[in-house]
């Protein structure tokens, strides 16, 4: 199985502030990494897929970067409903891995 | 607008059954594959099953291999996992999610409980 790091696992930032979330592969997966944000009772809600690929209708200042075995999802300046658990996953090969979560909370 | 609601979840006693439902709408459901993913409490997100556009395909976590199969009807719109042999550590909310490949969404999930 592919294991897959995320760091932080929490985080206290901001309104405003720049930050950046990594994840790492136990191995190449190409592109196929995506981001999730998810809220206590709400539908975990993709930001970010194949690794650069804003989903439609999520705001401009999340971004993701990175191929291979690294990645980086980063807010450009963090809003009030952005407080939320972040998960990378990858889809290059099943079984289809779940970093184990940043939590990002209002300093 | 992609909406997938989930049904089926509640308390269930360990060694029982339960057949979870997926009901797809806003897009075209034999188009994408399909999966389940749990999140037990307070733990992380775990992929459980997965099945391909005309479910001919299936794929399933090692935990849940043997008990637990994945199925869908593309006339009726809808995602089902039929679990058997049911466990305490099954115990979690089950996400319906639409392919992950080209932007997936998610459904809000259903609660399954294992409990005598």
């Known amino acids: 199985d592919i294991q897959m790091t995320q760091s932080p696992s929490s985080l206290s930032a901001s309104v405003g502030d720049r930050v950046t979330i990594t994840c790492r592969a136990s191995q190449s997966i190409r592109n196929d990494l995506h981001w999730l944000q998810h809220k206590p009772g709400k539908a975990p809600k993709v930001l970010i897929y194949?690794?650069?690929n804003l989903q439609r209708g999520v705001p401009s200042r999340f971004s993701g970067s990175g191929s291979g075995t690294d990645f980086t999802l980063t807010i450009s300046s963090l809003q009030p409903e952005d407080f939320a658990t972040y998960y990378c996953q990858q889809s290059y090969s099943a079984p289809y891995t779940f970093g184990q979560g940043t939590k990002l909370e209002i300093k | 607008e992609v909406q997938l609601v989930e049904s089926g979840g509640g308390l269930v006693q360990p060694g029982g059954s339960l057949r979870l439902s997926c009901a797809a709408s806003g897009f075209t459901f034999s188009s994408y594959w399909m999966h389940w993913v749990r999140q037990a409490p307070g733990k992380g997100l775990v992929w459980v099953s997965g099945?391909?556009?005309?479910?001919?395909?299936?794929y399933y976590a090692d935990s849940v291999k043997g008990r637990f199969t994945i199925s869908r009807d593309n006339a009726k719109n809808t995602l089902y996992l039929q679990m058997n042999s049911l466990r305490a550590d099954d115990t979690a909310v089950y996400h319906c999610?639409?392919?992950?490949?080209?932007?997936?969404?998610w459904g809000q999930g259903t609660l399954v409980t294992v409990s005598s």
């Open positions: 194949a690794a650069f």
């Open positions: 099945i391909n556009r005309d479910g001919s395909s299936t």
């Open positions: 999610v639409r392919e992950f490949d080209s932007g997936g969404y």
